[in-house]
Structures are given as structure tokens and as C-alpha cells.
């Protein structure tokens, strides 16, 4: 789907570079249509998760600067984790070169230790290894990956970047971490992301988190009215 709307997005600006050799009317309608599917690759990299969301992100970093303002407006019009997306994704032209390393060197890990008894990367050393060669940079893409590529990641990597997250204790982690925990299942790596979350550091992380805390506690709510039994009519 994705791949059909990016090249949906390139024939619309073909379009309109060639209506604007013909009329400024029909100009003005191609450019529109084509910043309408500029919009749906944004939404499906804002809404997906797996395999869509990479290739909607990588589409995204493909074009540029010539979508940031559509990614900008996106966000503006969603919530928090929506904006932390979007600043992930407007991140890549500023410190893409540092992010490609920082995924390559996670494969390289892999690579190096697949013919071992062990099999795969520790977590542990992972994080640290990202962390000395990196510092918080690839803080905002590993929170982001972590959360929309979960399902897909082995247990090693996804640990490596929880603890890579805790260890560097930077609020940009914040948003995807709190919906990793409305989503994920597994108690272990529940524990682990509480542990990122306590890191972080300031009164607006602990206000966030509150905020989540009264949103559960009013679905609970609407739950147990659910079970709760009917009154006689």
C-alpha cells in the first residue's frame, strides 16, 4: 500500500510540473492531489506499525525537506505520540548519518555473534556499546522503531534498546515508551520499560505518566460499569 502511494505522490508532482506549462489552474489542481498522498504516506507512517511503517518512514526520508512541512502539520493535528513520531522522522535529515550506524551496528553485533553456542547479542552489552559509540543520540529512532517494530524484533534487540533508552534517560523516549505499555504483553519486558520510564528525568515526564494513570483508571471504570449488574427495570 505504501509503495502504491508514493508512487501515487511522484506521478501527482509529475503532473504538476507538466500542467504548469500548460495553465496555472490545472497547475494549482496536480500539486494539490499530490500533497494529498504527500498526507496518506505521512498518515501511515504516524498510524502504522512493521513493515508499512518502515516503508513509509523510509519514503519519508526519502523525499526530504519537500515533506517536513506535511509531517509538521500531521502532528500538529494529533497527540503526543504523534508529535514524537514526527520529530523522529524530521530527525533523519539532521542526524541520519548517526542513526544509520547506529542500526548497522546493531546487525554487525548480530552477525558476529549468529555462528556462536550463544547465538545472539546480550542486551546489556548492546546498550552500552550504542551508548559509548553514540551517546543519546538515536534516542528519539530506537524509541520509535522499538515501539512500531516490537512484534518483528527478536527478544535480544528489543531489551538492547530498552536498556540502550534507560541508560541514556532522555525525555524524547517518553511517548512511545508510555504506549509500549498499553500494547505490549510480556511482564518481562513490562518491567523493563517501567525501569526506562522511572529514568527519566523531570516533573513534566512524572505529569505525563499521571496523565496516563487517570486515562486508565477512567477505561477501568467504563469496565466494571460493564460488569457490573443491571438494575431492575
Do not use: H
Request: aromatic share 4%; hydrophobic share 50%.
Amino acid at each position: 500500500m505504501v509503495a502504491v502511494l508514493a508512487l501515487a505522490a511522484g506521478a501527482s508532482c509529475a503532473g504538476a510540473e507538466a500542467a504548469a506549462g500548460a495553465s496555472p489552474a490545472g497547475a494549482k489542481k496536480s500539486a494539490t492531489k499530490g500533497l494529498t498522498m504527500d498526507r496518506l504516506l505521512v498518515r501511515v507512517a504516524l498510524d502504522s506499525t512493521g513493515e508499512p511503517y518502515l516503508e513509509a518512514e523510509k519514503e519519508l526520508v526519502a523525499a526530504g525537506p519537500r515533506v517536513g512541512d506535511v509531517v509538521r502539520a500531521e502532528a500538529a493535528r494529533g497527540g503526543p505520540l504523534e508529535r514524537a513520531v514526527a520529530a523522529m522522522l524530521l530527525g533523519w535529515e539532521r542526524d541520519g548519518k548517526t542513526w544509520g550506524g547506529c542500526l548497522e551496528r546493531m546487525d554487525a553485533m548480530e552477525a558476529k555473534m549468529k555462528p556462536t553456542a550463544i547465538g545472539t547479542p546480550l542486551p546489556a552489552n548492546v546498550a552500552e556499546v550504542l551508548f559509548r559509540d553514540f551517546g543519546p543520540t538515536c534516542v528519539p529512532l530506537l524509541a520509535v522503531r522499538l515501539l512500531k517494530q516490537i512484534a518483528a524484533w527478536p527478544s535480544w534487540k528489543t531489551f538492547a534498546a530498552i536498556f540502550y533508552l534507560e541508560r541514556a534517560a532522555d525525555p524524547a523516549a517518553l511517548e512511545p515508551l508510555v504506549r509500549l505499555l498499553w500494547t505490549v504483553t510480556d511482564d518481562e519486558v513490562r518491567g523493563s520499560v517501567v525501569d526506562a520510564l522511572r529514568a527519566l528525568p523531570g516533573d513534566d515526564v512524572r505529569a505525563r505518566v499521571k496523565e496516563e494513570l487517570a486515562r486508565l483508571e477512567t477505561a477501568s471504570a467504563s469496565l466494571r460499569a460493564v460488569t457490573a449488574p443491571s438494575k431492575p427495570k
